[in-house]
């Protein structure tokens, strides 16, 4: 089964205004990753979080992790156009190998 | 150079015919990935190569054949695929992880290979 669970699936906001994505996960994980993915092309790391953090910031992202709750939120302040794309969360756990799973992806959709 | 790169872009091939998918990386990371991704779906995970070992197969059909010939290099090779089989084909790298512990850290990813099946 899917590990991470992301919502919306979609959203489409005007320029300017805030963006935010959930992703929700079933087990325990090392960290967690925000991708971001222009159409049909490969995806480009915006932000890792640890477990043993609970905020991080980087320009306009903002990520949260609540591991009492198994979930995390990616906030885009001041969206611009060229933030349309697929965001995807990831995550990563010891399960004696490299293994990421990503979450279904919120399609993010920035009218000028 | 913190770039991965992938060939071929875009790969046409019939269900009879070999192919090898090729990615290159050099920023020193000892783990590497491929994933298919099919539209509108996120990437699934097939092959992790750690320090050039197959650590990782998510039960991926024979017809594909991963390789890592030393820790710059990963191929794919294609055999006998199927229509379904369309997608596209990414792949990452990564340092093994915090302390060498065997989860994965930030993946860079190439452009991918948009493989089609006919």
């Known amino acids: 089964s899917q590990q991470g669970e992301e919502d919306p699936q979609a959203l489409s906001i005007q320029e300017g205004e805030n963006a935010t994505m959930n992703c929700s996960y079933k087990t325990s994980i090392n960290n967690l990753q925000w991708y971001r993915q222009n159409s049909g092309r490969g995806l480009v790391h915006l932000i890792l979080i640890r477990s043993n953090e609970r905020e991080k910031h980087s320009g306009r992202l903002r990520v949260t992790l609540d591991t009492s709750k198994k979930s995390s939120s990616l906030l885009i302040t001041a969206s611009r156009a060229a933030d349309t794309a697929s965001y995807f969360c990831?995550?990563?756990?010891?399960?004696?190998?490299?293994?990421?799973?990503f979450g279904a992806g919120t399609r993010l959709f920035v009218k000028a | 150079d913190t770039e991965v790169t992938q060939t071929p872009k875009h790969l046409v091939m019939g269900m009879t015919n070999k192919k090898s998918l090729k990615c290159e990386q050099h920023?020193?990371?000892?783990?590497m990935y491929w994933y298919k991704q099919k539209a509108k779906k996120p990437p699934e995970l097939m092959f992790v190569?750690?320090?050039?070992?197959?650590?990782i197969n998510e039960s991926v059909p024979s017809r594909f054949s991963p390789e890592c010939p030393n820790s710059s290099l990963l191929n794919l090779h294609l055999h006998a695929l199927q229509p379904e089989d369309s997608a596209l084909y990414l792949c990452?790298?990564?340092?093994?992880?915090?302390?060498?512990?065997?989860?994965?850290?930030?993946?860079?990813f190439g452009p991918g290979t948009r493989l089609t099946v006919l």
């Open positions: 920023m020193g990371h000892r783990a």
């Open positions: 190569y750690s320090y050039e070992k197959l650590s």
């Open positions: 990452a790298s990564s340092h093994p992880g915090l302390a060498g512990g065997p989860w994965s850290d930030t993946q860079y």
């Open positions: 990831a995550t990563s756990r010891n399960t004696g190998g490299f293994k990421t799973i």
